[in-house]
């Protein structure tokens, strides 16, 4: 199974003979065969009808449609999913049960801290010459990760909220402290991403929900409702839970590009205060993410399926007592 990433201006993608033809003002630049194709993201100004995202929907692929200089995430287009109606009946019902909540809350939570643990301890004994700050991430990280697993008593689903925040804040004051001072890497920060690191960061984490959101889609689930982050109008709840595990995976993998210098400055445009990253950043973000994305991939599909098949179990025995 293949990506499909589209990310020039002024292209549109037409539709014909059983295979989609990318055109340019110049004339037919090729085609693209369906078969094989799983997911397409489409950048920017790409032009394209309603039979194009058709044929790619009905040959099973998944569409993300980014927009804006800071490619920021628009919608995503999704093919036919799971049909059993237990799965979503589950679903609702684990989200008005308070424990479920917790339970699901809690290993969420947990899960995070542990893959931020493991990315600063790998990091301490890659860089020796940050070990103090690194240590003290690691002791907060773990003092955290203790009373998540450990706790007795009953935690909410908002005081788990404050414990993750509280961690996230510990771990990216070490995580800062990884990279070069000039890529102007103090915090992490979203709207609008005032360095590279931060950049990057959110257009992996972008990528990353939409793969969650394909994700849910496919077992049967609704994307919008998850067990962890509140419903809110227009965001896909159940994908923001199901990444939260694996954020620390994308981070490792930011930390490596700058290391390896595969993004440079040259990678970067900046418009007043906001940062962005570049067609030829974009270029090399896309061609060194697809391994990770393989590997990330599987795991939430592992996840998202576990899921499924519990709250199946509960719409099941809903359906036989109503």
Not at 88 to 95: I, K, M, P, S
Not at 178 to 186: V, Y
Request: charged share 25%.
């Amino acid at each position: 199974m293949t990506t499909l990433y589209v990310d020039r201006k002024d292209v549109e993608l037409r539709y014909a003979n059983g295979v989609v033809e990318v055109h340019e003002a110049s004339g037919r630049r090729g085609s693209i065969p369906l078969v094989g194709l799983e997911r397409v993201v489409l950048h920017g100004r790409v032009r394209l009808s309603t039979s194009v995202i058709g044929a790619f929907v009905k040959s099973g692929a998944s569409v993300c449609l980014l927009g804006g200089r800071g490619s920021r995430y628009v919608a995503t287009c999704l093919g036919q999913p799971h049909n059993d109606v237990y799965r979503r009946l589950g679903q609702f019902d684990a989200y008005r049960d308070a424990q479920a909540r917790t339970r699901w809350s809690r290993e969420l939570v947990a899960a995070k801290i542990a893959s931020q643990l493991r990315v600063l301890r790998r990091a301490m004994a890659d860089r020796p010459d940050k070990r103090h700050p690194l240590f003290r991430g690691i002791r907060r990280l773990e003092e955290a990760l203790g009373r998540v697993s450990s706790s007795t008593g009953h935690l909410s689903v908002p005081t788990l909220r404050g414990m993750e925040g509280a961690a996230a804040a510990a771990y990216f004051a070490a995580f800062v402290v990884l990279f070069p001072p000039s890529l102007g890497f103090k915090a992490r920060r979203r709207r609008p991403p005032p360095d590279p690191v931060n950049v990057c960061l959110s257009f992996g984490y972008t990528l990353l929900h939409y793969e969650a959101a394909s994700a849910a889609q496919a077992a049967g689930l609704d994307p919008m409702l998850g067990l962890y982050h509140e419903p809110a109008y227009g965001r896909e709840s159940l994908a923001a839970d199901a990444i939260e595990p694996f954020r620390a995976h994308v981070d490792r993998w930011v930390l490596e590009l700058f290391r390896r210098r595969i993004l440079a400055d040259r990678s970067f445009t900046r418009h007043g205060d906001t940062v962005l990253l570049g067609k030829d950043g974009r270029r090399r973000f896309y061609e060194h993410y697809n391994p990770l994305a393989k590997a990330l991939r599987r795991l939430l599909r592992q996840q998202v399926q576990r899921a499924a098949r519990n709250f199946e179990q509960r719409g099941r025995k809903l359906g036989r007592t109503s």
